[in-house]
T-cell receptor, first 115, second 115 residues
Framework: AQSVTQLGSHVSVSEGALVLLRCNYS??????LFWYVQYPNQGLQLLLK??????LVKGINGFEAEFKKSETSFHLTKPSAHMSDAAEYFC?????????????FGSGTRLQVQP | DAGVTQSPTHLIKTRGQQVTLRCSPK?????VSWYQQALGQGPQFIFQ???????QRGNFPDRFSGHQFPNYSSELNVNALLLGDSALYLC??????????????FGPGTRLLVL
C-alpha cells in the first residue's frame, strides 16, 4: 500500500520569499512522484514529476522538487513566491513496476502569498 | 488540441437517484481514470479504464460503476446516491505505458451536490 503525507495544510509566505511545501511518501516499491496544483474551481495541473533518473526535478512556473529516497521525501520549492502561486498543491504517488497506475494523493497544502 | 473535457460542470441530485458523468480524454490518450474529491480533501481514486475494461479499482462500493467506449471516452455512473457522494468528480486521461509512468492529465471536474 502507498500513502502520502503533506505537512502543513496551510502555508503563508510573503511575495518574493522562498516557498517550501513538504511531502513524505510511503511505498513498498520504487515510487513515481508527482506535484499537482489546483486553482479555485478548476481541475489539477501537473507541476512536475519524478519517475527515474535525476533526483532533482524542475517543473513549470519555477518550481522544483528533489526525490530523497533515504528520507522518503519529495518536497516542492520555489525560490521566490509570486501572487499567482496562491493555490492548493497536492503531492501524489503511484507504484512503478507493478502495473497499478492509480495516483494516491495527499490531503493538500493551501499556499497563501501575502503582498 | 483540446484537453480532457467533462460534462456536465455542475449537477444537483437528491438522495436515492442515479447520476451519469461523462469524460472525453485528451487526444491520443487511451486510458481514463476517475477520482472523487470531497471538499477540503485530496482526490481519491475510483477506477481506471483501458481497452474498454476496468483495469484497476479503488476502495469504492459497487454503486460506482463505469464504462469506456471504443473512442476512449468514458462514463461514471453512481446509483442510489447518498449525501456523502457530494464531491468534485475528476476525470484524468493518459496514454498507456508498460510501467505506468505516464502523466495523468485532469479535466475541470463535475461538481455533484446530493440533497
Amino acid at each position: 500500500a502507498q500513502s502520502v503525507t503533506q505537512l502543513g495544510s496551510h502555508v503563508s509566505v510573503s511575495e518574493g520569499a522562498l516557498v517550501l511545501l513538504r511531502c513524505n511518501y510511503s511505498s513498498s516499491v520504487p515510487p513515481y512522484l508527482f506535484w499537482y496544483v489546483q486553482y479555485p474551481n478548476q481541475g489539477l495541473q501537473l507541476l512536475l514529476k519524478y519517475t527515474t533518473g535525476a533526483t532533482l526535478v524542475k517543473g513549470i512556473n519555477g518550481f522544483e522538487a528533489e526525490f530523497k529516497k533515504s528520507e522518503t521525501s519529495f518536497h516542492l520549492t520555489k525560490p521566490s513566491a509570486h501572487m499567482s502561486d496562491a493555490a492548493e498543491y497536492f503531492c501524489a504517488v503511484s507504484e512503478s513496476d507493478t502495473g497499478r497506475r492509480a495516483l494516491t494523493f495527499g490531503s493538500g497544502t493551501r499556499l497563501q502569498v501575502q503582498p | 488540441d483540446a484537453g480532457v473535457t467533462q460534462s456536465p460542470t455542475h449537477l444537483i441530485k437528491t438522495r436515492g437517484q442515479q447520476v451519469t458523468l461523462r469524460c472525453s480524454p485528451k487526444s491520443g490518450h487511451d486510458t481514463v481514470s476517475w477520482y472523487q474529491q470531497a471538499l477540503g480533501q485530496g482526490p481519491q481514486f475510483i477506477f481506471q479504464y483501458y481497452e474498454e475494461e476496468e483495469r484497476q479499482r479503488g476502495n469504492f462500493p459497487d454503486r460506482f460503476s463505469g464504462h469506456q467506449f471504443p473512442n476512449y471516452s468514458s462514463e461514471l455512473n453512481v446509483n442510489a446516491l447518498l449525501l456523502g457522494d457530494s464531491a468534485l468528480y475528476l476525470c484524468a486521461s493518459s496514454p498507456d505505458s508498460p510501467l505506468g509512468q505516464e502523466t495523468q492529465y485532469f479535466g475541470p471536474g463535475t461538481r455533484l451536490l446530493v440533497l
